[in-house]
């Protein structure tokens, strides 16, 4: 499912509409776009919060966005111009006719239906887009339902990886031996430091888990898949909300959705993000 409703999501990281949505609020390059409109649902927050509840992200990377963001505009307009954005987007890659069709809009009753019932004890950023009003369009209720199901996994993920004593450079790095990353792109796109990742790795190798080539050991592979399942466990409350038949017929209506979106070329390669685009073809 979260290859299924993560590229729909991402739509508000990587298309030239929701950029100009950003800019459009006065928000100055990239990451200042992506911090507030990210961290908006939240409020008015600051980097402390933003950099516990992404995780990944060094804090100095955080902090050159936020506050200042919050002099450019607030979290309420932010979700606006968030909205705006993805519907531009949207209509563009998926057109009209599919963005006001039935299945559009059985797909956002069921995604809804899964979201709402996702637990949020412990999952501030799932909360806390739980909580947004639904949209009335059905295109932009599947948006922030996958947006709340995708903070929701990855509340849960960042759970895990505190449970077992993993840090957010030790998790990149983990990912990019996987292959599911790139080292450059998660390196340089959170702002860790060169000696930071050198540390991380040590560490890393130290405990058995990275190999001297940068790939995975035996046993840090088996710990990866460790952390995937239980990763997938936390994840697992919507969908027993929704039941399997719900749920299956919701991945059905999501397939062209999100082939649509990875078949754009929106995403880059490597992404971030960890999709394979070539599943999607």
């Known amino acids: 499912m979260w290859q299924l409703y993560e590229p729909i999501h991402d739509v508000t990281y990587f298309t030239p509409e929701a950029r100009a949505a950003a800019d459009g609020l006065g928000l100055r390059g990239f990451w200042m776009g992506y911090f507030a409109l990210r961290a908006a649902p939240m409020g008015p927050v600051g980097p402390a919060v933003a950099a516990a509840s992404f995780f990944g992200f060094h804090p100095d990377r955080i902090a050159r966005a ?81 947006t709340t199901l995708r903070e929701h996994r990855g509340d849960g993920h960042n759970a895990v990886l505190l449970a077992r004593g993993i840090s957010p450079v030790q998790a990149h790095l983990i990912k990019a031996a996987t292959g599911e990353g790139d080292t450059a792109v998660l390196r340089e796109g959170r702002r860790w430091s060169a000696d930071a990742w050198h540390r991380a790795a040590e560490q890393l190798r130290t405990s058995g888990w990275l190999g001297v080539d940068g790939r995975l050991t035996p046993a840090g592979a088996a710990q990866h898949d460790e952390i995937e399942a239980a990763t997938d466990r936390a994840a697992m409350q919507p969908w027993r909300a929704l039941g399997a038949p719900a749920t299956a017929r919701l991945a059905e209506l999501l397939t062209p959705l999100a082939a649509a979106v990875v078949g754009s070329g929106i995403l880059p390669t490597p992404n971030p993000v960890g999709l394979a685009v070539d599943r999607y073809t």
Not at 86 to 104: F, H, I
Not at 115 to 125: I, P
């Open 66 to 146: 936020l506050p200042d963001a919050w002099t450019y505009t607030n979290p309420h307009d932010a979700l606006q111009a968030r909205l705006s954005g993805v519907d531009a987007a949207l209509r563009r890659l998926w057109g009209n006719v599919t963005v006001e069709s039935q299945e559009a809009e059985q797909a956002a009753e069921l995604a809804w239906q899964a979201a709402t019932a996702a637990d949020t004890a412990g999952r501030v950023l799932a909360a806390a887009n739980q909580a947004l009003p639904r949209p009335a369009q059905p295109h932009l209720a599947l948006w922030q339902a996958t």
